[in-house]
């Protein structure tokens, strides 16, 4: 089937079977690489991508059911002015590891901050609970979308996400994965190793 999809504000047509996931065609026919595929199977939101703004996981909707609907990959999110901002802030806290979870991350970061802008740390939490990082940069993730929103980045657990952030990074590698990380690493390295990078852009 043809199909013609709206993505990062061009048109593009493309071929593909029905069922075909988002992700794969952004990825395998688009050439946009900078949406990760890690677990194919909705657990992990390195797929994450914009759907008509809202935060939606590539391996999980097929290229028919996207339709008519703007999809804006990390690849155009930086043309936004709330994702330039996210984009920044990641880039001045140092966010990134591995960054296999980072396209995804920021995507999410980016739908929560434009229709939030003064998010609390549980607003916080509940948009980015799908995002899985096994380096567990979270410290550094909330850290950074306070700072894209131009709040102060005390985080309410008690800890200043500045120096959790270096703590954590001075202590690796014991500090830096949690047990839902570390079971995720395990799953997407076995999986999906070579599609990740470290690109944010
Ligand atoms: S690759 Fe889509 S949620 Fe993990
Ligand atoms: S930086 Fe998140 S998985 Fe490595």
Redesign the pocket.
Known sequence: MKYSIHVNGAIKRVEADADTPLLWVLRDTLNLKGTKFACGAGMCGACTVHLNGAATRSCLISIANVGSGVVTTIEGIGDTPVGKKVQQAWLDIDV???????AG?IMSAAALLATNTNPSDANIDHAMAGN????A?YPRIRAAIKLAAGLPMIDARGADARSTSRSLRQSRPAAALSMS?ALFCVQARRSAAAYCSTDIT
């Open positions: 990134v590891q591995c960054g296999c979870c980072q991350q899985i990082c096994r380096c940069t990380g």
